[in-house]
């Protein structure tokens, strides 16, 4: 089995022990393991879609960036019929939006907000 190395920030490796130990995996790699492939079934889901689409996307950020997807939903608002923000605490946000139109556009706006890596949780459910 081919080995690949990754760095990782001790708030990420507390996060990971800490998922070890309540998910019973019996090591990190496990669980890294676990969690690519969960990532690699959500991008197929994503990759699959065609046609017009119903979606919900959810966007966890920092209170800082609200400037930033104030850029990415300036792109798509023909696609964003609802859009709802709300603080999470008193430095985080949590943005809800329900995307209505061609599946190539709700997968780029989707993929506009998982790689912006101020984003916190990016999450795409169609309907």
């Known amino acids: 089995m081919p080995i690949v190395s990754i760095s990782l920030n001790n708030e990420i490796l507390k996060e990971l022990d800490k998922l ?56 798509y608002e023909d696609l964003i019929k609802t859009h709802l923000h709300s603080k999470v605490d008193e430095s985080r946000c949590v943005e809800l939006f329900l995307l209505d139109g061609d599946a190539r556009k709700i997968e780029s706006v989707t993929k506009g907000f998982v790689t912006n890596k101020k984003m916190d949780t990016v999450k795409l459910m169609t309907i």
């Open 20 to 75: 070890q130990i309540s998910m019973g995996f019996s090591g990190r790699s496990e669980i890294i393991r676990a969690g690519i492939r969960s990532f690699v079934q959500d991008e197929k889901q994503k990759q699959d879609m065609t046609g017009k689409r119903k979606a919900f996307l959810m966007v966890v950020h920092a209170d800082e960036f609200d400037d930033q997807v104030a850029g990415i939903k300036h792109d």
